[in-house]
């Protein structure tokens, strides 16, 4: 492959861990970034914004491959619909995506971005992979450590998550970036699934801290669909080895 790979979020938690990976695997990378960086080895810095549609098209310009990781609370959509068409237009070959476990079965307006980010990636024409996984490692760090800082720990009962860690997320990703188009493929998440309570016990005792547990009652639909585990992986994903307490001890310890 003589053209550059372009990374939207190649600077974020998922992008720090797929560009050393590209470019170890030989391959010169671009990323789409909204804050001016300079070059590096091999890797290329366009200045740009999906959500305002900014510097889109110079983005891809020359581009055969695009690894779609940039996302945030809102928005999602948007800023696919506005890579997809400028892909459209660059001519690229291969669109690859991550998107998150449940999209299609959690009731939350961020999970229906994401599934309308889906369906942007795969109504493109532009051959397609897109990867669903759980929640990151580092999500759930970020999660237990702001409900630590209260007097009590709320515990939501029935929710569950399964986090994965997001170096196993790369490198599937990167496999599937150096690959053929797959369109939908299993989705991966974390090797075990955790009530809140069993998240937080082993970063408490890691930290030292000590606080009461208190369950408290998700509402509505999104309340059910996480009580009925619409946020894990289904039958026939893969499962990524790396545990969450191994993360915690190797983060915290």
């Not at 914004?49 to 510097?55: I, P």
Request: hydrophobic share 45%; charged share 25%.
């Amino acid at each position: 492959m003589t053209s550059p790979i372009l990374v939207t979020g190649g600077t974020g938690t998922l992008g720090a861990h797929v560009v050393p990976l590209l470019r170890a695997s030989g391959h010169e990378v671009r990323i789409l970034t909204r804050h001016a960086r300079p070059a590096a080895d091999g890797v290329d810095h366009v200045t740009g914004d999906l959500l305002k549609d900014e510097g889109v098209e110079a983005a891809v310009e020359g581009v055969e491959t695009v690894l779609h990781l940039a996302g945030g609370p809102k928005g999602d959509d948007q800023a696919t619909r506005a890579l997809v068409r400028a892909a459209s237009g660059a001519g690229v070959r291969h669109l690859v995506h991550i998107s998150v476990v449940g999209a299609d079965r959690v009731p939350l307006a961020w999970m229906r971005a994401k599934l309308e980010s889906e369906r942007a990636v795969a109504d493109s024409g532009i051959p397609w992979t897109v990867l669903r996984a759980a929640q990151f490692h580092d999500l759930a760090l970020t999660m237990v450590e702001k409900m630590a800082k209260l007097p009590v720990f709320p515990v939501p009962g029935g929710m569950r998550l399964q986090p994965v860690d997001s170096r196993e997320v790369a490198a599937r990703l990167v496999e599937l970036t150096l690959g053929t188009p797959s369109g939908p493929v299993p989705d991966l998440a974390g090797p075990h699934a955790y009530d809140l309570a069993a998240l937080a016990r082993p970063y408490l005792r890691l930290t030292g801290r000590r606080r009461p547990m208190l369950p408290v009652r998700i509402p509505g639909k999104a309340g059910r669909a996480y009580r009925a585990g619409a946020n894990l992986a289904p039958a026939g994903a893969e499962a990524g080895k790396r545990t969450w307490e191994e993360f915690l001890a190797e983060r915290l310890g």
